[in-house]
Structure formats: structure tokens, C-alpha cells
């Protein structure tokens, strides 16, 4: 009879439309679509959740990624391993995600649509990203929910220290909705956030300021921008990104055209295919070869011309008939209120700060009642403490814990979770310092309560808190735009050196890497000792220079970094500017020693370089021509021989100047010799021995003259046990290269004076010495007298008191004292 009950008599109509209707809400919800809050899908946020359970952090091992994906199928995500696996591996593509989540060993892919390898064979773990998707999450921040099988929790949604669904965007397709966000770049999603939260009432244009469109991880250039505003508005919009491409000269007066940036989600074999195609159809007349020469210092398309082609008009073509351009259509449409919406910019920042807002004081409430729980124990503790012996006495007379628990509640009003402590309470813990403790933590925990009931009470404190928070995240994880953003959609092809404006700006390159141009105006306004570099660094090179000008700068690691001036970060002049480690990998320990400027790269110019371990080579200008990898990679100006080499200087000749070098040792050695002896070697040679060095001797520096200002240059030395000594170069007696050289000190048998510093200079002047303790003294050229070869000096520096000498700088001369 009850069986009979539950069969209902339905139309077919009705039970498709009511079960279709149930699987749509399902795969809008729970499966297609990002929450606008952490902008992440369920199978994407249970990924996350899951290695960060299993301890699959960056800080970590990497584990098989057949681990990780046992653990999320079985504890959280009961749907196929194929599916769950093309996530994971999803979330590590860089050329897909502008911050990948997860970090992945093996093949993982590529642009060319070639699939990872099996799971089995490849490693993850999450990337250091990730765990400000996930920071606080153990701190009942967010609603957790039972899983499939209800043996765990799982979080509806992750704490999300930054906006991610702008930051990595999201593709997605279910029933009636489908869903677009391209990704952008974090550190202007962070600035135009913190803005919003400062200024509810922005506009789209004040956000606009920051947010400039997307910032694909693959780079391009998007062409216009009335699109990304219409999807800013509404969250439809249309844009045209194209390819960066460049027509470069080759032998025999042909040209060829080099991509180097290829639109997002562009698969990189079937554009070359295409073009590849459009040449042996002969489509286009013109082309000669098609080859990708990507490798693992970047993409790199090149498209090879015949002679006398018309290459921006088949460039033009190109744009047209493949996917070097493409259209991106904006469908900003993600989960808000578990309901689908289609979102504009601002929707999405709003949406974010609501969530964050909630994260921030559900935090803050679980700090403060630990804080508040740990409070009411010191407090039971400290008065315990106060009255011991009656403490003591009935805990001794009680039965047993429970009755010792009910006793201590009854004589001394404790409360119960004080006298569970109190009865816990290990002998070793009576003890004085013991007391001083629970008081100094009693003061800390009252602050910490305060502070956190501070911000719970008060708005602008919570305000305050959130923009911290932001900010740290962006001066950790944010990285320069990679997408460029024309004004211009008319123009096929933007010469980007045509459209730099020859003007005057204030230059500034730091030893640690810190590079900056500034406008006159800005450097001029600001006070001189105001450069905006951090304690300790200093400044290698500054100067008033044109934007069309180059720069080489020169690493004591034997590499050198080109930059246009043009392409220098403009900032304030009391402001850093950028390091060049945001572009460049630079070691921990390498510094810029020299910059040299050049109006033009085809003039004939030879480097000479030279090194501590005793090697040294001329350079010509014409074989250190930036390559296409300049920004992303410095090039090499000299092969250093040993790890503990280094590049000590380099200077700039003609290659028919009639100089001379002499080179100083650690150890007193002096050999000087004509540069014509210095051969031109190439890049990536060593050089060859500038002197014949003992065993535990170095090269402290050189002097470069002409031959016939010899006898006008002085050298002062500065050894390590403080002396200062000068004399005339021309002491020096000439021999050819690599001969061990005659000695400029006299050797002592005990404490003998070794070189740790040199300059040279033609007339008198003050010298600034800076010693290990970071002292700074001066010393007048004119109060020494000239020694000869033999001699030792005079000690100026007391090294008990002031440290050893480390460096020695020009000052100003003597005569401009007055």
C-alpha cells in the first residue's frame, strides 16, 4: 500500500522540465560558475582545500599529483579523476593563469595544446599564492558545510586575501549561462580595491585609473579601449588583442617579422600551422619560411620575407586571416548570493570587500575569545598563584580532581575552566619567573584584546586593517603589466620607438638595482639628499639624459643589462623606482658596478673588462647588441673563470686609443703595460691573464691613462691596517702583460700592508674612505706627501676604533674648497 503511495502519475513534460530545472541549478551553482567572492569554481576551491589539508604547500615537498587527486575525488569532489586532474593542472599553466595557484614538476603542457603528462608521473604542490586564498580559514572565517558522504567539512568558500576572480579570471560553460573574466593584473585589482574601499561612491572612470584593462598572462597588446569600458560597465564587451610583433632587417636586404607575444589562449602550433598554410597556398605573395624558434627564454614566431616584400603589408594580412589578432568577448557572469549575475567592475570589487569585510571580523571575533578564554586562565592562575598554600591545602583535601575542581569553585569563586587549570597545573610551574610570565602574558593578551575589539567596534580601524592586509599582498605577489593597452584601434602596427617623445629626464641607477627616470621637474622639486633609495644602497649612476638614449649596465657577476631609457619606470624622484629583479634574475649578491650611455649602438666602441682572478679582454660595442630577450634576461659581458670571480671594472675606448693600464694587487704587485697588448675576444670568452698572480693574491683595481698624461697621475692607496700612501704612476716601471710586476709597498715581516683600495687622480683632492663599521672619513690629498715606491704611507685610519678599510671615492678637489 505505502509502495503504491510513493508512485506518482506524472506528464513527461513536467518531469523533464522539474529534473532538467534541478541539474540546472546544480551545474550553475556547484560546478560551472566562479563565486564572485574567491572567484573560484567548487572543483578548483576543493583542489585548493585538499592539498592544503594534506600539507601540499610551497613550503613543502612536492607530492605525486596522482596524491593529490585521491584525496580530492575521495574526501571531496566524487566525479572522475580525468576531470579533476585537468583542473589541477590548470591552475599551474602559466601561460593561462596570471598567477598560477598550484606549482607542478613535469610536463604540465604547453601553448601548443599538448596535454600533461599522466598524474602519475608528475609532482605538485600549491604555490606560495595560494595560501592567501586559504590564510585564516582554520579561524572559522568562513561557513563550512558537510562533504558528499558527510565524513568532513569543506568550505563553501575560501577567505581570499585578494580578488581573484579578476586576478585569474575564469572560462566556464553550464545551463543558460555562460561565463568569461579574462585575467588581470594584481597589483592594479589590489590598488583599484583599496581605492573603492576609501571611496564607495567611485566611479567607473576613478577605478579606471588603476585597473587599465586585462593583463594576460601571454602579454600582447589590446587595441583600444571603449570594449574593456562597456564590459567594465556591463559586463559584456568586445576587445582586439593582438599579436607583438617586430620587422627586423636580415642578410642579403630582406626582412622578416618576429612575434614575440601571442593573444591569450591562442594555441601557438595551429597559428603557425595557419601562416605556414597561407605561404604554400601563396595566399600572400612574399613569404618565405615560417619557424618557431620558441625556446625556454621566450616565444619567438619568425616569419621570413623574400626579397624586396612589402612587410608591414603582409603583416597587415596576417592580423587579418589568423589569430596573430583576435576578438575577446567579455561575459563577466559569476555566482553572487548563489545566484548567477552578470557583473561590472565595480560589482565585483563591492562584492569583494563585503566578503572580505566578513572574513576580517569573523577572524578577529575567533582571535579575540582565544585571546579572552586565555585571559580567564591567567587570571585564575595569577590569583592561585596569590593565594598558594589555601590552594594547596584544598586541593589535598579533596577526594579527587573533580571534587578538588568543585571545592576551588566554592571557596575561591573560581570558574570552572580556571580550576581545571589550576588543578592541571604541573609543580614546576610554582615558581616566581613562572609568575612574571603570566603577567607579561596577561599585558600582551590585554593589548591583543583590545586591539581587537578596536576593530570590531570601530569602522575606519577595520578599514585600516583590510588596506594593510591588500597592500602587503601586492608588495609581495604583484608584478608589472605584461598586456600593453593602445589607445589607438585604427593602427595595424605601432612603432613603439616612433612613438617615444624625445624629451630630458632625471636617470638614476643604483648598485642594488634599483632603476628610475623622473621628470625635471619632479627632480628638481625634491630635496637633494631625497633620492628614494633604501639604507645602505647607492647610487652607481645619475644624470639628465634623452628618452631615445641606451644603457648598459654592467654586474661585478660579469653580465650587462640593456635598457632604452624610454622604458625606465617613471616615478617621482623621491620614490625607488623599480628593482631589476621584477624582470631579471639577479643573485642574491651581484651589484651593478658601471653604466654607460649610448645615443646609438652602432658606433665603434671597444669595452675593456677586467677581473679579481687576474683576467682581461677588450669587447667590441657590435658584438653586445641587445637581444629579443633584453628585458626578461641580461646578456653576458665576460665569462667569469671560478665561483668566486668577479668583474671589478670596465671602462669605454676608442679602439685606437694609444693608453695604458696598470693594475694593482691585493698583495702590493703594480703592472703596467699599453692596452694594445688587451685582445678583443668575444661575450662569452674569459679573456685573457692580466697578471701573473700568486696563489693567495687578487686584483684590488686598475688605472687607464693616456701615455702622455703619465707623469700628471697620482694613485692613493689604502691598506687594511689604515695607512694612506700616494705617489706618481709613472713609478710604475713598464713591462708587458701578465709579468708578476714590481711591488708598491714595502714588504713588512710582520703585519704586512696589504691593498684594499685605490684611486687615482691628477690633481689634489679629498678622498672619502668608508670602513667595515660603516665610518666615512676624509683625507686631504695635500696634508701627504708623494712616497716613493718603498714606502708605506701614513696610518690614517685607526682600525680598533673605526673599522678596516673597505672603499675609497673621488671627492671634490682641493681648489674648489673656497
Known amino acids: 500500500m505505502a509502495t503504491k503511495e510513493r508512485i506518482r502519475e506524472m506528464p513527461l513534460e513536467q518531469v523533464m522540465g522539474e529534473r532538467f530545472g534541478r541539474y540546472s541549478k546544480y551545474i550553475i551553482q556547484e560546478r560551472a560558475l566562479p563565486d564572485i567572492r574567491d572567484g573560484l569554481k567548487p572543483v578548483q576551491r576543493r583542489i585548493l582545500y585538499a592539498m592544503y589539508q594534506d600539507g601540499n604547500t610551497y613550503d613543502k615537498p612536492f607530492k605525486k599529483a596522482a596524491k593529490a587527486v585521491g584525496n580530492i575525488m575521495g574526501n571531496f569532489h566524487p566525479h572522475g579523476d580525468s576531470s579533476i586532474y585537468g583542473a589541477l593542472v590548470h591552475l599551474s599553466q602559466d601561460w593561462k593563469m596570471r598567477e598560477p595557484l598550484v606549482e607542478m614538476h613535469g610536463n604540465n603542457g604547453s601553448m601548443d595544446g599538448d596535454g600533461p603528462a599522466a598524474m602519475r608521473y608528475t609532482e605538485s604542490r600549491l604555490n606560495k599564492?595560494?595560501?592567501?586564498?586559504?590564510?585564516?580559514?582554520?579561524?572559522?572565517?568562513?561557513?563550512?558545510?558537510?562533504?558528499?558522504?558527510?565524513?568532513?567539512?569543506?568550505?563553501?568558500?575560501?577567505?581570499?586575501?585578494?580578488?581573484?576572480?579578476?586576478?585569474?579570471?575564469?572560462?566556464?560553460?553550464?545551463?543558460?549561462?555562460?561565463?568569461?573574466?579574462?585575467?588581470?593584473?594584481?597589483?592594479?585589482?589590489i590598488d583599484a580595491t583599496i581605492y573603492l574601499l576609501k571611496h564607495p561612491d567611485a566611479s567607473l572612470a576613478d577605478l579606471m585609473q588603476f585597473v587599465k584593462g586585462p593583463d594576460f598572462p601571454t602579454g600582447a597588446i589590446v587595441m583600444g579601449t571603449q570594449g574593456i569600458k562597456e564590459a567594465y560597465e556591463t559586463g559584456r564587451g568586445r576587445i582586439q588583442v593582438r599579436a607583438k610583433t617586430s620587422i627586423q632587417e636580415i642578410r642579403g636586404h630582406r626582412q622578416e617579422i618576429v612575434t614575440t607575444e601571442i593573444p591569450f589562449d591562442v594555441n601557438k602550433a595551429l597559428l603557425v600551422k595557419k601562416i605556414d598554410e597561407i605561404r604554400l597556398n601563396k595566399?600572400?605573395?612574399?613569404?618565405?619560411?615560417?619557424?618557431?624558434?620558441?625556446?625556454?627564454?621566450?616565444?619567438?614566431?619568425?616569419?621570413?620575407?623574400?626579397?624586396?616584400?612589402?612587410?608591414?603589408?603582409?603583416?597587415?594580412?596576417?592580423?587579418?586571416?589568423?589569430?596573430?589578432?583576435?576578438?575577446?568577448?567579455?561575459?563577466?557572469?559569476?555566482?553572487?548570493?548563489?545566484?548567477?549575475?552578470?557583473?561590472?567592475?565595480k560589482r565585483i570589487l563591492s562584492s569583494y570587500l563585503e566578503h572580505e569585510e566578513d572574513v576580517v571580523t569573523k577572524r578577529t571575533k575567533f582571535d579575540l575569545n582565544k585571546a579572552e578564554a586565555r585571559l580567564e586562565i591567567i587570571q585564575g592562575l595569577i590569583h592561585a598563584m596569590d593565594i598558594l598554600d589555601q590552594v594547596i591545602k584544598t586541593i589535598r583535601a579533596s577526594k579527587n580532581k573533580a571534587d578538588a575542581k568543585k571545592n576551588l569553585i566554592a571557596k575561591y569563586k573560581f570558574t570552572a575552566n580556571q580550576a581545571e587549570a589550576i588543578v592541571s597545573l604541573q609543580l614546576y610551574r610554582l615558581t616566581n619567573t613562572d609568575v612574571n610570565e603570566l603577567i607579561a602574558e596577561q599585558s600582551k593578551l590585554n593589548k591583543l584584546a583590545e586591539k581587537y575589539r578596536k576593530l570590531l567596534s570601530d569602522r575606519k580601524t577595520l578599514e585600516k586593517e583590510i588596506i594593510k592586509e591588500l597592500s602587503a599582498v601586492k608588495k609581495e605577489f604583484a608584478s608589472p603589466r605584461r598586456t600593453e593597452i593602445s589607445e589607438e584601434s585604427a593602427k595595424v602596427k605601432i612603432d613603439e620607438k616612433a612613438l617615444v617623445a624625445d624629451e630630458q629626464v632625471r636617470v638614476l641607477i643604483s648598485r642594488d638595482g634599483y632603476l628610475k627616470r623622473s621628470s625635471l621637474r619632479s627632480y628638481q622639486s625634491t630635496d637633494d639628499a631625497d633620492n628614494g633609495l633604501p639604507d645602505g644602497d647607492k647610487v652607481i649612476y645619475e644624470n639628465t639624459l634623452s628618452t631615445l638614449s641606451n644603457l648598459y649596465l654592467f654586474t661585478n657577476h660579469g653580465n650587462v643589462i640593456y635598457r632604452p631609457v624610454h622604458e625606465?619606470?617613471?616615478?617621482?624622484?623621491?620614490?625607488?623606482?623599480?628593482?631589476?629583479?621584477?624582470?631579471?634574475?639577479?643573485?642574491?649578491?651581484?651589484?651593478?658596478?658601471?653604466?654607460?650611455?649610448?645615443?646609438?649602438?652602432?658606433?665603434?666602441?671597444?669595452?675593456?673588462?677586467?677581473?679579481?682572478?687576474?683576467?682581461?679582454?677588450?669587447?667590441?660595442?657590435?658584438?653586445?647588441q641587445p637581444t629579443r630577450t633584453y628585458k626578461s634576461?641580461?646578456?653576458?659581458?665576460?665569462?667569469?673563470?671560478?665561483?668566486?670571480?668577479?668583474?671589478?671594472?670596465?671602462n669605454l675606448i676608442n679602439p685606437t686609443d694609444k693608453k695604458e693600464i696598470t693594475l694593482f694587487t691585493h698583495r702590493a704587485y703594480a703592472v703596467r703595460y699599453n692596452i694594445s697588448e688587451i685582445p678583443t675576444s668575444g661575450s662569452k670568452a674569459v679573456g685573457v691573464k692580466s697578471v701573473n698572480l700568486k696563489d693567495d693574491d687578487y686584483i684590488?683595481?686598475?688605472?687607464?691613462?693616456?701615455?702622455?698624461?703619465?707623469?700628471?697621475?697620482?694613485?692613493?692607496?689604502?691598506?687594511?691596517?689604515?695607512?694612506?700612501?700616494?705617489?706618481?704612476?709613472?713609478?710604475?716601471?713598464?713591462?708587458?702583460?701578465?709579468?708578476?710586476?714590481?711591488?708598491?709597498?714595502?714588504?713588512?715581516?710582520?703585519?704586512?700592508?696589504?691593498?684594499?683600495?685605490?684611486?687615482?687622480?691628477?690633481?689634489?683632492?679629498?678622498?672619502?674612505?668608508?670602513?667595515?663599521?660603516?665610518?666615512?672619513?676624509?683625507?686631504?690629498?695635500?696634508?701627504?706627501?708623494?712616497?716613493?715606491?718603498?714606502?708605506?704611507?701614513?696610518?690614517?685610519?685607526?682600525?680598533?676604533?673605526?673599522?678596516?678599510?673597505?672603499n675609497i671615492e673621488l671627492g671634490r678637489p682641493i681648489s674648489s674648497q673656497n
Open 283 to 345: 595566399e600572400i605573395d612574399g613569404i618565405a619560411e615560417v619557424r618557431d624558434e620558441t625556446d625556454r627564454h621566450g616565444l619567438s614566431i619568425v616569419i621570413e620575407l623574400k626579397k624586396d616584400a612589402d612587410a608591414q603589408n603582409i603583416l597587415n594580412y596576417l592580423f587579418k586571416n589568423t589569430d596573430l589578432q583576435v576578438s575577446y568577448n567579455f561575459n563577466m557572469v559569476a555566482i553572487d548570493h548563489m545566484t548567477p549575475v552578470q557583473v561590472g567592475l
Open 129 to 189: 599564492i595560494s595560501n592567501m586564498l586559504l590564510q585564516d580559514i582554520d579561524k572559522q572565517t568562513v561557513k563550512m558545510v558537510l562533504n558528499f558522504d558527510d565524513s568532513e567539512y569543506e568550505p563553501t568558500v575560501l577567505p581570499a586575501r585578494f580578488p581573484n576572480l579578476l586576478v585569474n579570471g575564469s572560462t566556464g560553460i553550464s545551463a543558460g549561462y555562460a561565463t568569461e573574466i579574462p585575467p588581470h593584473n594584481l597589483g592594479e585589482v
Open 700 to 806: 684590488v683595481g686598475y688605472v687607464l691613462v693616456d701615455s702622455k698624461y703619465l707623469d700628471l697621475m697620482h694613485v692613493g692607496l689604502i691598506t687594511q691596517r689604515g695607512a694612506f700612501k700616494q705617489f706618481k704612476l709613472s713609478l710604475v716601471n713598464k713591462v708587458s702583460r701578465a709579468k708578476r710586476g714590481v711591488l708598491v709597498l714595502r714588504e713588512l715581516k710582520t703585519k704586512p700592508h696589504r691593498i684594499v683600495a685605490l684611486m687615482p687622480y691628477a690633481q689634489d683632492h679629498i678622498l672619502h674612505v668608508t670602513t667595515s663599521s660603516d665610518r666615512h672619513i676624509e683625507i686631504k690629498t695635500t696634508e701627504y706627501p708623494l712616497g716613493d715606491r718603498y714606502s708605506n704611507g701614513s696610518f690614517v685610519i685607526d682600525t680598533t676604533v673605526d673599522g678596516t678599510p673597505k
Open 633 to 650: 634576461r641580461a646578456m653576458t659581458a665576460i665569462k667569469l673563470k671560478n665561483k668566486d670571480s668577479m668583474l671589478i671594472g670596465v
Open 568 to 624: 625606465l619606470v617613471e616615478t617621482k624622484w623621491k620614490e625607488t623606482g623599480q628593482h631589476l629583479s621584477q624582470e631579471i634574475g639577479l643573485d642574491s649578491d651581484e651589484q651593478i658596478i658601471r653604466v654607460f650611455v649610448f645615443d646609438s649602438l652602432d658606433i665603434k666602441k671597444n669595452f675593456i673588462l677586467a677581473t679579481n682572478d687576474g683576467y682581461i679582454k677588450q669587447l667590441e660595442l657590435t658584438n653586445l
